[in-house]
């Protein structure tokens, strides 16, 4: 019996021992293929490795990813920049499998900014030139761009850094309602508006954006928005705005919501000239919103997610700030996946992915 016993013992410690081989071997075949999928995604990138990664954004299916691309040439161009619509394909398990460019735009093609889905197939963008900016479409199957809407429009120096040329630094595609919402800033003074174009129409609906009571005439710029006109008789807005008084000595950055044409301010964030908001997304089913936060001069841009019930809020990511060194190829710099389930965002010069859970 003692005997029979140590024989089972011993069977049970060979049969412990080649489990745990066994679990030890497809720990270290996983971590052997992590690394290669590490590999394999910092490889993707190389080519963009002097490029400047901005205006982010995920298809309606979920399989693409499209964003611009910006760098300087150090040729004969006498360094005029060069902007290129990149898109990635994604894997069906969220993460980016490849890269590949859908073309090349010059200064006086008109630089590509604020990137938009038209549809699954199509790509659409604000082509910013010195004096005017329209909006372009282009199919992923096709190598030739043409206007998505036949009308250009002025702008005084865009609403941001754009410096002489005139788009929009963000528009923004509300898919429902096939329109585009988009701002700008028109001669004289300075009148800033946001602008509702449904597509298929050749007349923008304008809306004036105010100021914050108790600022006089405050310089408004940096104008950046999302909205869903699902219901056009109860339309939903989310603004940033800078708004300063005599530069630096009063007003303020702000981020504020608001369910009018009117776009009467309500549950305002604010904070310091030094500081800002930008860029406000809502996820798609519109529960939670995401936008970027600016901590001051020479700190990295936060990309921040917030409950507007609760309040509550963390950040997600922190954004390298040469997503927006080469302006005016600028855009939002991050996008809601279609299930609402992660945000992809502009690091440097890649893009990167998290999961977004609930704000705690």
Not at 69 to 85: C, F, H, P, Q, V
Not at 194 to 199: D, F, N, S
Not at 230 to 255: I, K
Request: proline content about 6%; aromatic content about 10%.
């Amino acid at each position: 019996m003692y005997e029979l016993s140590e024989i089972r013992l011993s069977n049970a410690l060979k049969v412990a021992t080649f489990c745990c081989l066994l679990v030890f071997g497809a720990l270290l075949v996983a971590s052997c293929a992590q690394t290669k999928r590490e590999n394999k995604t910092t490889d993707l990138w190389n080519v963009l490795r002097d490029h400047s990664v901005s205006s982010v954004v995920w298809s309606p299916k979920g399989d693409h990813i499209a964003f611009v691309a910006a760098g300087y040439k150090d040729d004969t161009d006498d360094g005029l920049l060069r902007a290129s619509i990149w898109i990635a394909s994604m894997s069906r398990r969220g993460q980016i499998e490849k890269i590949g460019r859908l073309i090349t735009l010059t200064r006086k093609q008109g630089i590509p900014a604020a990137l938009f889905w038209v549809d699954s197939n199509r790509v659409g963008w604000a082509a910013s030139r010195t004096s005017s900016f329209g909006f372009m479409q282009m199919s992923l199957a096709s190598n030739k761009p043409e206007p998505l809407v036949s009308q250009s429009f002025r702008g005084f120096q865009g609403t941001g850094d754009s410096g002489p040329w005139s788009a929009p630094d963000d528009v923004y595609y509300d898919t429902v309602s096939r329109s585009l919402l988009f701002s700008a800033a028109l001669p004289p003074g300075n009148e800033v508006y946001v602008r509702i174009l449904p597509l298929g129409t050749k007349k923008a609906r304008t809306l004036h954006v105010p100021p914050v009571k108790g600022l006089a005439h405050p310089i408004i710029s940096n104008v950046t928005l999302c909205g869903s006109l699902s219901n056009l008789n109860e339309p939903e807005f989310y603004l940033a705005a800078w708004m300063l008084v005599h530069t630096y000595e009063g007003g303020g950055c702000y981020l504020w919501h608001s369910t009018s044409y009117s776009l009467h301010q309500d549950n305002i964030l604010t904070t310091s000239p030094h500081q800002g908001f930008a860029f406000p997304r809502t996820s798609p089913d519109r529960k939670l919103l995401a936008y970027l936060r600016s901590p001051g001069e020479r700190k990295p841009d936060e990309l921040v997610l917030r409950d507007p019930n609760s309040g509550k809020q963390r950040v997600l990511g922190i954004l390298q700030s040469r997503w927006k060194d080469l302006s005016p190829a600028i855009g939002c710099p991050f996008s809601w996946s279609p299930d609402g389930k992660a945000i992809a965002y502009a690091d440097g010069s890649k893009i990167k992915t998290v999961k977004v859970e609930r704000c705690e």
